[in-house]
């Protein structure tokens, strides 16, 4: 098996062409990519449900807008949680990813982490792919591989992050930020 060059910490944006759904203009932050697979969470799907009526130990902890997101269509019954942690060594109960951002241990005392917390944000479910899959749809142009930024973690617009994740890209891919919701109207 060829080597997997890990795209870890990276987001996936979702092309225009990207006919599935559950991703129509999503985008995805990667935490863990290797030969074995994929695992991410949308970063652009607020669900009407808060972060208390949920995990009501953690709500004061999480960003604006306060709710929980969909992370992605697998085990939506599970909560993952993703934080920002400014400085360079994280508190007991969170693993780094890429950069500042990392992963929380919700099953951890919110008292333990809240000090160092600079975001938070909640995602039922998350995004999975097996061996191969995704650098297959990388393949057929389903994504675009971009660097992350902390502050994508905690957008307080995520309605608009597909937008603005593009908007700050160099050349032409850019312009896919001005592509129209529905072309069939152009």
Do not use: C, K
């Not at 808060?50 to 999480?62: I, K, M, Q, R, S």
């Not at 990813?97 to 951890?108: M, Q, T």
């Amino acid at each position: 098996m060829t080597e997997v060059s890990s795209l870890t910490g990276r987001l996936l944006v979702a092309t225009p062409a990207l006919a599935d759904p559950n991703f129509d203009r999503a985008v995805v932050l990667l935490l863990d990519h290797d030969d074995e697979g994929s695992l991410g969470v949308v970063l652009n799907r607020p669900m009407p449900v808060t972060v208390g009526d949920v995990l009501a130990p953690w709500a004061d902890l999480a960003g604006e807008p306060g709710v929980v997101f969909q992370g992605g269509p697998v085990s939506l019954d599970a909560a993952l949680g993703v934080a920002v942690i400014p400085g360079d060594e994280g508190p007991l109960g969170w693993r780094r990813v890429h950069g500042a951002i990392g992963v929380v241990d919700l099953e951890a005392p919110p008292e333990l982490l809240g000090p160092a917390l600079g975001s938070l944000r909640i995602f039922a479910g998350y995004a999975g792919w097996g061996p191969g899959q995704l650098e297959t749809e990388l393949g057929d142009g389903a994504w675009y591989v971009v660097e992350s930024e902390p502050g994508d973690v905690s957008s307080p617009t995520p309605e608009t992050l597909w937008r603005q994740v593009l908007r700050r890209q160099r050349g032409e891919l850019a312009m896919v930020a001005t592509y129209p919701d529905d072309p069939s109207l152009n």
